[in-house]
């Protein structure tokens, strides 16, 4: 039986070899567009979601929150956030295109202490401060750097880079990036100078760090940002020691304390120190802006302004939105919300007297009116 006719040999083609496609460059967030991001930090209270819809309906297009209670030890066991809630949280932060999500840290958090139990208890809670943010999709994690006590500078620099290198370790961070906010200098807080700042930046180059200013802190530590020339001046400090491309997020805050105070009160904008003009030119500024050769896409505006009418927060988004001359553009507000809680109305309103109260009173009204005297108050004897 005849063999069968064998093919003839298929000669070798490299481009037959097996080639895995490449991995797709990732895409930068719709919120880095270049253009303005103005919010507000609103309230967690109910749930995470609802922050989300408070901004919304502010007329904000980026947010801050806190991811827990800013004056209490949260348990780590506790303080997790389940996947399913932080998973529809970053659903609808996508679907209402809020962008960037800041996260502020605990106050309580002292990563510049020496003693060690603080010190132990703050880089946790910055720990899990730091898992909370991952879980809910946050692009930046403000940190305050913290107080030294009777330490040198030197030393608190030195700790604070050390803390956040700690509480970092073994956790995947993603595409968050830690901020380091600048301090009024209150007390022994540190931070309030640029070149401390700097220091710390420099001993954590191999994280994703940068920074946050806060417009009141730098005028109570001194920096003058009412005038043209001040905030020029400021300017160019900042970007000599620190690198205005580092500075991802600033937040706008009105001073109730003068130039050089060292004390950190916040005031609606416009009504305190620094004044309007000084915060148009601050949103205006072009080393300041989020579009343009110099300016860095997605740097956020957030407000810190205090809130002690309803509607103060819809007011203070608004006006922000007027002096960077974007009045048309901004996302419309709805003027029935407020971050005012009811319960926060009810405490601040006049006390109001039990009914009981009101029917003694009346009831002494019509005595005084018939000319006879008011009733003797009855004297009850103590039990045994």
Not at 266 to 271: A, L, N, R, S
Not at 359 to 367: E, G, S
Request: glycine share 8%; aromatic share 4%; hydrophobic share 40%.
């Amino acid at each position: 039986m005849p063999e069968p006719p064998h093919p003839a040999e298929a000669a070798y083609d490299p481009a037959d070899e097996y080639r895995p496609e490449p991995e797709p460059e990732p895409t930068a967030p719709s919120w880095m567009d270049g253009s303005v991001r103005i919010g507000i930090h609103t309230s967690i209270a109910g749930s995470y979601i609802g922050a989300l819809e408070a901004a919304r309906k502010l007329g904000c297009n980026t947010l801050q929150i806190f991811t827990a209670s800013p004056r209490m030890w949260t348990r780590a066991a506790t303080g997790r956030i389940a996947g399913v809630d932080a998973q529809r949280f970053r659903e609808r932060r996508a679907e209402l295109g809020l962008g960037p999500l800041v996260v502020h840290d605990n106050y309580l958090i002292n990563l510049a202490a020496t003693q060690p139990m603080l010190k132990v208890r703050s880089v946790q809670t910055f720990h899990d401060e730091l898992v909370r943010a991952v879980a809910l999709g946050a692009d930046f994690l403000v940190a305050h750097p913290g107080a030294r006590g009777q330490a040198t500078i030197e030393q608190a620099v030195e700790g604070v880079a050390r803390g956040i290198r700690q509480a970092a370790r073994g956790t995947h961070l993603g595409e968050l990036r830690i901020l380091i906010e600048n301090t009024a200098g209150m007390g022994t807080s540190i931070g309030w100078r640029f070149e401390e700042i700097a220091a710390m930046l420099e001993r954590l180059d191999d994280l994703p760090v940068g920074v946050c200013l806060d417009t009141a802190h730098l005028f109570a530590a001194g920096y003058d940002i009412r005038s043209s020339e001040g905030l020029e001046t400021t300017i160019a400090r900042i970007d000599r020691t620190i690198g205005l491309h580092r500075v991802y997020v600033v937040h706008l805050n009105d001073s109730k304390t003068p130039l050089g105070s060292r004390v950190d009160r916040h005031e609606h904008i416009g009504k305190g120190k620094i004044g309007l003009e000084a915060f148009r030119r601050i949103l205006r500024h072009p080393r300041l802006a989020t579009a343009g050769e110099q300016g860095l896409p997605g740097r956020a505006f957030i407000l810190e302004t205090p809130i002690d009418r309803p509607g103060d927060d819809r007011r203070n988004v608004q006006t922000v939105w007027a002096l960077a001359g974007l009045a048309d553009m901004a996302p419309r507000a709805e003027k029935s919300l407020s971050m005012l809680h009811k319960a926060v109305r009810k405490k601040r309103s006049p006390r109001r007297p039990p009914k009981a109260d009101k029917r003694n009173l009346k009831r002494k009204i019509k005595r005084v009116r018939a000319g006879k005297k008011p009733e003797a108050q009855k004297q009850t004897r103590n039990r045994r």
